[in-house]
């Protein structure tokens, strides 16, 4: 596995990211097309993408950081072949050691369904395993999402 960091996707990788991310989160969160998926990535604030590459050749996890709200956010996804060896958690560790706080919204309630029809599993225990505290008074309700922010925190010693 390797990992290749840059602030630009080519037309490729973002056609690869899309299909992840239309495979792998919600139906309701799916981008029908590049200009789509493209227009939401132009109204990102300083985006950094951390690309989780397969034997070099296929792209099976991707996370981006980016600033909203003058916060330090992330959003991840990992395809889900290669979901439970821990790729994920090795792909947070990494941007953990660029950034001393990473906020996300994490979906929390198990009613969501992928685009084949499967139940989005609920990845808040993950986060939780990976060091990340839910503020659980703080929620994103929107038509197409309900998540509660996460945040993690570096433990920085003087």
Known sequence: ???IQT???SLQQKERIMALWNA????SLNYNTIAEFDEFLNNIEQLKHYILWHQNETIIGWLSVFIRNEEIW???????NFQKQGLGKQLLNLVKHDFETLNGWVIDNDTSKKSDG??????LPFY???GFNVLSDVRLETEKLSAVKIRWVANIKS
């Open 7 to 9: 602030q630009q996707l």
């Open 1 to 3: 596995m390797q990992v």
């Open 118 to 123: 499967s139940l989005y599993a609920v990845p």
């Open 24 to 27: 792998e989160y919600p139906a």
């Open 74 to 80: 992330f959003s991840v996804i990992l395809d889900s």
């Open 128 to 130: 939780l395993k990976n």
